[in-house]
């Protein structure tokens, strides 16, 4: 399970994630997995007051069926480059996204 690795243990039942977003593409989509490590994501929404970070956890949260309270941006809130803390267990998430096929590149 090579998605495993994209979680950096955070404290009991939380896990940290490194995300390299993409606003105003084409479609709202988890893309794949860098070999550094780091989540691309692509949403519609526009960086402008918080709207792609909204999508994002949005998107987040609908892929791993978990509420949006789970997600929180604890770096990089106006970047591209972002780092969430995840109220989650680290073998789930990885689960989703290998059964969606995505890994890294």
Not at 56 to 68: D, G, N, Q, R, S
Request: hydrophobic residues 45%; positive net charge.
């Amino acid at each position: 399970m090579a998605s495993l690795d994209l979680f950096r243990p955070a404290g009991p039942g939380k896990v940290r994630l490194q995300v390299r977003l993409t606003p105003k593409a084409s479609a709202n989509r988890l893309q794949d997995v860098t070999p550094d490590l780091v989540l691309k994501v692509q949403v519609t929404a526009v960086p402008e007051n918080g709207k792609a970070n909204q999508a994002l956890i949005a998107l987040l949260a609908k892929f791993w069926k978990l509420p949006k309270s789970a997600f929180e941006i604890t770096s990089g809130a106006t970047d591209r480059n972002k780092v969430l803390l995840i109220e989650g267990d680290a073998d789930e998430l990885a689960a989703r996204l290998d059964r969606e096929g995505i890994s890294a590149s």
